[in-house]
């Protein structure tokens, strides 16, 4: 930690905010200021790539300057008064739960307009390519940011637009009807989510988060909170996506750029559970408590679900695709993070928060990695990776396949990388859920995930039997290695995968103190 002064926190979480913004309009100018390339395409991305980078810096500042011994105190805390007849207010702030996934979205956002710098994805104009990064990247960083619900539930939407363009324009095959699938659900989604925050804003008579949290529901009959936490949840829900809600993202996965499918697999979908903790959990705890055992049923369904999927892709003769696999191994991922959540229980909270960071880290990568197979094989469909040009890419690309192969189990929960982490303690929290939940059932819940985690094991080895081993044929041709734009934009999710698996207390030390007091009922 270092010393920062208050106002300088506060003036860098608003520049972290807003400064994306700023950029996206830059952006659109005639020629991005102060910045020279070899033409406008390359001005404008080189302009991407230094506005998410100057994000990134401050990001990391804000962490540096956080208060360590205090995480669950709101910090770099702005409050403006905004709309005073609704007491709606301008109200930014971070505490140990809101800054990792703060720090995970910078960080992303800057590796995806580096890597779209040197590899642009095939559409329309760059400026606008560029501009739509921007404005998602601001909206993700407000939702976590922000500490008031219409604020959050603007930033929440915000990011719907520049996301369904990001697909529709630059994505691949089927790439309209599968934009227009993810704004539908979402959108549909959001509008019954708005009439829960409402309710709850107009019954407590303020949209405070924090205001709401210290007072933990007191102020809202049990059920206002049921409503509520109806309303809200299948807004949450979709985003996150929790089965039976999922069924926009495989398409939006398959169809998207490589950078789309990074940002939507490691940065929108935590959009979802966080507004499960920051707003569910303490604003609303007994109507919570009333669906969790049902949350907890759903979640384990998608855990089995999105395992059986993938074995079914997976399986030799099936036409899988790579990406639209890893899109239904998110369903099972989210699920674990759902489970812990549903359990109202410290262990279960943090293991959900842990589980988000290493699904953006582990799953952005492998996004990054099955984009480089389709750019030298120029496809992802399993058959064709494992029988024709990706056989045995050990001895075609090696190092590629080894990452492919690193991913690969590290998404699998290997101990000692950073996906054991959140799915052990989402299950520990299973086996001794709060009061007032049926031990039995979660006991079940517990079990059934667990047999999950054998799946998913089951079909990333065959994934990675399939297209890294085998006998490599003497007329193959050897496939391009990892390029040097390649290796800056995948070491920081590889080097960051080994450190939260052998240093957990680095995420568990930021979170817990705070998942505590949200739970207890109240923040400062």
Known sequence: ????????????????????????????????????GKSPEQAVLRHGVTVTGAILIAAIVLALGFDHDQPSKMQASTDISWIPALDVRIHLGIDGISLPLLVLTALLTFLCALYSYFK????????????????????TLATFAVLDLLLFFLAFEMVLIPMYFLIARWGGEGRSQAAWRF????????????????????????????????????????????????????????????????????????????????????VLLKMGTYGFVRILLPVAP???????????????????????????????????????????????????????????TPTGVNGALFANIAHGLITG????LVGALKDRTGTTDLDTLAEETGAALYGRAPRLGGLLAFAAVASLG??????????????????????GLSRPAFLTFMAIGAFGTLLTAAYLLVVVRRVCMGALPQDAPRLTDVRSYEFAAWTPLVVLTVVAGLWPKALLGLSDPAVQQLLAGGTR
Not at 305 to 316: E, H, R, W
Not at 365 to 368: I, P, S, T, V
């Open 1 to 36: 930690m270092i010393d920062i002064n208050e106002s300088v926190m506060q003036f860098l979480l608003a520049f972290v905010v807003v400064g994306p913004l700023l950029g996206a309009a830059a952006a659109l100018l005639p020629a991005p200021p102060g910045l020279k």
């Open 120 to 139: 642009m994805p095939e559409g329309p104009s760059p400026k606008a390519f560029v501009a739509l990064l921007l404005v998602l990247e601001s909206g």
């Open 183 to 266: 704004i539908l659900y979402t959108l549909l989604g959001s509008v019954v989510m708005l009439l829960g925050l409402l309710l709850i804003g107009l019954k407590a008579g303020t949209f405070d988060m924090m205001a709401l949290a210290t007072d933990n529901g007191r102020s809202l009959t049990t059920s206002v909170q049921v409503i509520a936490v109806l309303a809200i949840g299948i807004g949450l829900a979709v985003k996150t996506p929790m089965w039976p809600l999922h069924s926009w993202l495989p398409d939006a996965h398959t169809a998207a750029p490589t950078v789309g499918s990074v940002l939507l697999a490691g």
């Open 286 to 344: 007994d109507g919570f408590r009333t669906f969790a055992p049902y949350l907890a049923a759903l979640a384990v369904v998608g855990i089995i679900y999105g395992s059986l999927a993938c074995l079914a892709l997976a399986k030799q003769g099936a036409k899988g695709d790579l990406k639209r696999l890893i899109a239904y191994s998110s369903v099972g991922h989210m699920g674990f993070v759902l489970l812990g959540i549903a359990t109202m």
């Open 365 to 368: 990568l492998l996004f990054f």
């Open 414 to 435: 290997l101990p000692g990388l950073a996906g054991f982490w959140g799915e052990m303690l989402a299950l520990f929290g299973a086996f001794q859920p709060a009061a």
